[in-house]
Structure formats: C-alpha cells, structure tokens
C-alpha cells in the first residue's frame, strides 16, 4: 500500500468579488465586496495534487514537508494538530487519489452527484442610507429577486439595526418591514430565516417575532448572546405563541456550553464555522449534533471556499440543513461544476472538491506574495 508523503506546500491568497458591496450588520460595519481567499496547493511524492482554502505559515507547512500524510490525516478523522492548517487542502488529496468526491469519502459512495437544500445570506442592512421603510424594504426585496434569479428559493434576513445603526424603534420597524417585503419577494414555499447577530434584547427578540409571524421565520439566529436563561424564556414564549420559527446559534465566539444547551432543546441548530474550527472537527460535532436531534449548518460568510466545501459535510451528517451562500467570483477558481438550482446546490461527483485551479493566475500569486515550501 502506497504511503506517500508531503513533497511540496505552495500557498498565496487570491481575492474574490460579490456582485455588489455587503452592508452592516447589528454589530459591524460594512462588509464590502472583496473576499480573500487564501488557498494552499499540496503535492505528494507520488505527484497527485490537492487544493483548498489554508491559513498556513511557511514555518508551519515546512515542518509538514518529508512526513507521510497517513501521519496526520484519515478520512474517517480528517485532520488535526499541526496538520489542520492544511486541511481542506488534505482532503481534496484525499478525493483525488481515490477518485471519488470528498462527500464519498464520508460515506456518500455511489449516490452520484450530491444535492443539498442552500441559502442566499447576502441580504444585510444596504438600505441604511434611505430614510424611507418602504423604499429599505423594496431595496432587499429587489436582492432577493436577484438571489431568486441565481437559482436561490431560501434566504437568510440580517437584522437588529436598532442595536447601532438606526434608532430602536426606527430599527425594529425597519427590520420587520424587510422581513415582511422579502416573503412577498421570495413566495410562499422557501424557508426564510433572520440573523440579529445578537443585536435584540429578549423582549425585542419576542417583539420582532411576533410582528413577523405571517413571515413564518424558519429560523431566529443569535438573537442575542447565548444565555441558557433567556433562551428557555425564549423557547417557552415561542410555543406559547405557537411559533414553529426554531433558535439557530453557534458561530465565532460560541459560548463553550452550547452544544449542552442545544441537547437540553435551547438552540435547534448549530452554526459553528466550517473554517474554524473546521471541517474535520465538523464531522465529530455533527455526530454528536445528531446524537441530540439538533440541525448542522456550518457558517463560513465571508470566505468564497466554504460555498462548495460545507455541503460536502451532508454525506456524515444525517441533520444537515443549509450550506450557507456567500455568492462571489474568483477567476482563478473554477466552480463551474457546482450548480444552483430551485434551492438546492448540486455538488459534482468529482474527485476531490470538484474545484479547479487556474495554474497561471495561482503560480503568479505565489510568486508575488505567496511562498513555496519543499522540493
């Protein structure tokens, strides 16, 4: 059995543009339209090749390079410690040597192309500079028409302006107006979801959810820093209501005891970022997410990779529920292969991630701000 090793890491960060500028949310300002997309290439001492999105050192690639990849990668594990720096790109390896996706090597064998239900996540608060509620909310309702255009019938609302950009009650009509005019936009049948960023109080929370009932909210993400006391208030008041709108929670700075939360039925799905702490450590969250009847749907905004690699993830995860969609373009990277279609992203049976690297664009960014480590 062959035992290859690292022979080469080759690492640069290209650059990814959104069709338009990304606004505020209740916390942060504008996002822009510019994404990096750091992205490491990694050849074995049999020549196969794999690729992915890597935040890895120079230091830390080289003392990678000479050890066997079975040392630190597997795919019923992935990888961990000083290899995880690498591992997206691990993975890809992995697919490509045995020929099948990496949603094969996860247990998807067979079932031919991948698809899995996906949600347009670039309505953030565009509107601030209009004054008018009515002219805010046809502004993200014409967004959502665009999301609708590219094959998304799902959406994730950001919400809370009332936190910092707008006054609060300024803020919360505004929210509710946005939520009630992207429904109308969206139509009856897909599942609409908003993103307070933990921008509500719980009795702002309760408000917008019952000014936005006839939205039918799929889901409430961070309405507010997690607090196992506020959120069985929450969870009370939502079955009082009778809201079926679920707690969705976990990304960035998740507090610790969150999965006990989710497994005593506080939060119903879990968001935690498919880059960090990653795609290997997802498979054991979401094992133990379904152990607990709780939902997966790995964050990633803000990094053009996650698009395609989270949705591999639904081949391990029996309660998958949305690859989130940050829609961006790279020349330098092919995605053609996946496809969005009627709400659901359908992943390529390719090897590896599917992806495809243009080889002049990534060797002149090597060569102007990236680095080679290895023979």
């Not at 338009?20 to 822009?32: F, K």
């Not at 339209?33 to 049999?46: C, F, G, Y």
């Not at 720096?85 to 890809?92: A, M, V």
Request: proline fraction near 6%.
């Amino acid at each position: 059995m062959d035992h290859p090793t690292i022979r080469t890491v080759e690492w640069a960060s290209l650059t990814a543009v959104r069709p338009r500028v990304a606004g505020c949310n209740a916390r942060l300002g504008i996002h822009g339209d510019r994404i990096p997309l750091p992205l490491a290439r990694v050849t074995d001492s049999l020549g196969a090749q794999g690729f992915g999105w890597a935040r890895v050192t120079p230091e830390a690639a080289r003392a990678l390079v000479g050890r066997s990849v079975a040392e630190g990668f597997s795919r019923e594990s992935g990888a961990a410690g000083p290899w995880a720096c690498i591992e997206f790109p691990l993975w890809d390896l992995a697919g490509v040597r045995a020929g099948v996706p990496v949603y094969g090597l996860l247990g998807g064998e067979g079932s031919g192309p991948l698809a899995v239900p996906v949600y347009d996540t670039s309505l953030y608060f565009d509107d601030l500079p209009l004054t008018d509620h009515g002219a805010a909310a046809e502004l993200l309702a014409e967004e959502a028409r665009q999301g609708l255009a590219r094959g998304h019938r799902h959406f994730k609302v950001k919400v809370g302006r009332g936190a910092r950009h707008l006054p609060v009650e300024a803020g919360m009509a505004r929210d509710v107006a946005v939520v009630r005019a992207v429904r109308s936009a969206a139509g009856p049948a897909g599942a609409i979801m908003a993103d307070a960023n933990d921008g509500f109080t719980l009795n702002l929370a309760k408000r917008f959810l019952a000014e936005t009932a006839e939205a039918r909210l799929h889901w409430i993400e961070e309405p507010f820093h997690e607090d196992p006391v506020l959120l069985e208030d929450l969870q009370g008041w939502m079955r009082a209501e009778g809201l079926a709108t679920v707690v969705a929670d976990g990304e960035g700075l998740a507090a610790p005891p969150l999965m006990d939360w989710a497994r005593r039925g506080l939060v119903q799905v879990l968001q935690y970022d498919v880059l960090q702490p990653g795609f290997s450590r997802w498979l054991a969250v979401g094992r133990e997410a379904d152990a607990a009847g709780v939902r997966s749907a790995p964050h990633h905004y803000g990094a053009l990779y996650g698009n395609f690699a989270s949705g591999h993830l639904a081949a391990a995860i029996r309660g998958f529920a949305f690859v989130e969609w940050d829609h961006a373009e790279c020349p330098a990277l092919d995605a053609s292969a996946y496809l969005l279609r009627d709400g659901r992203l359908h992943i390529p049976a390719r090897p590896g991630f599917g992806l495809a690297l243009d080889e002049g664009a990534f060797g002149a960014a090597v060569r102007r701000e990236g680095f080679v480590v290895g023979a």
